[in-house]
């Protein structure tokens, strides 16, 4: 699955960013579809790292879906004193079988 988007960070700065996600692990619990894998992810518009250019970060991902409602979370670890850890929460609402 690739993923793109955009957000105002906790710099109150604007970033992009753009994933690849393998899921191999799946469940399924009565009508609801879990799923959890890992995340290949680039990033800017952080000042303090990188002077706001792109860079890569491996992160842990669950997805939570039930008919066309979904979710994402990651874990974004602490990677140094200027980048702080995250919890990131992506919604999705599918459109389309």
Do not use: C
């Not at 996600?21 to 579809?33: N, T, Y």
């Not at 491996?58 to 979370?73: C, M, S």
């Not at 602490?78 to 850890?85: G, I």
């Amino acid at each position: 699955m690739v993923m793109a988007g955009t957000y105002i960070n906790s710099a109150y700065t604007r970033t992009h960013y753009g994933l690849y996600a393998w899921r191999p692990l799946h469940w399924e619990v009565s009508s609801v579809r879990i799923s959890a894998g890992i995340a290949i992810a680039a990033f800017d518009g952080y000042q303090s790292y990188h002077d706001g250019g792109w860079f890569l970060a491996p992160l842990p991902l669950l997805a939570v879906e039930w008919k066309r409602l979904g979710a994402n979370v990651t874990l974004v670890p602490k990677v140094n004193e200027s980048l702080d850890a995250a919890i990131g929460l992506q919604l999705k609402l599918r459109l389309w079988p």
